[in-house]
């Protein structure tokens, strides 16, 4: 494996400290990547979110690495964050679907947009 040459590396690096200073300077970002499995909860809600598909709740909590209870108390965080809000299933009631509230959602599209311009910037 070929090691990148030090400008490379010094621009990469650049980048990494300018994205986490990103997240670590707006409020909803800091909140919400305060850990890996609560980062990954948001992202598979706006995966699915920009896909199209509904996401289940029970389904979420099972991909993560972490207890049913402390996935539950993520949930229920967000939820008093106002980032997402619980909507029911309208054949089975007892079924519930996480969904972005429009903060998450602009917060998001500003976040990725700022990654675009990261990815486009170091060229991977």
Avoid at 74 to 96: A, G, H, M, T
Avoid at 113 to 120: I, M, N
């Amino acid at each position: 494996m070929a090691l990148l040459n030090k400008n490379e590396c010094e621009k990469y690096v650049s980048s990494f400290i300018d994205m986490i200073d990103y997240r670590q300077s707006n409020k909803t970002f800091k909140h919400i990547t305060r850990n890996n499995d609560y980062w990954k909860m948001i992202n598979y809600i706006m995966l699915d979110y920009y896909t199209g598909k509904n996401t289940s709740e029970y389904e979420l909590i099972k991909k993560l690495n972490c207890s049913t209870m402390t996935a539950n108390n993520y949930i229920y965080d967000l939820v008093e964050s106002k980032l997402i809000f619980k909507k029911p299933n309208k054949q089975d009631l007892r079924k519930i679907h996480l969904v972005p509230t429009k903060i998450l959602i602009e917060h998001m599209s500003e976040y990725i947009k700022r990654f675009k311009e990261f990815y486009a910037q170091t060229k991977f």
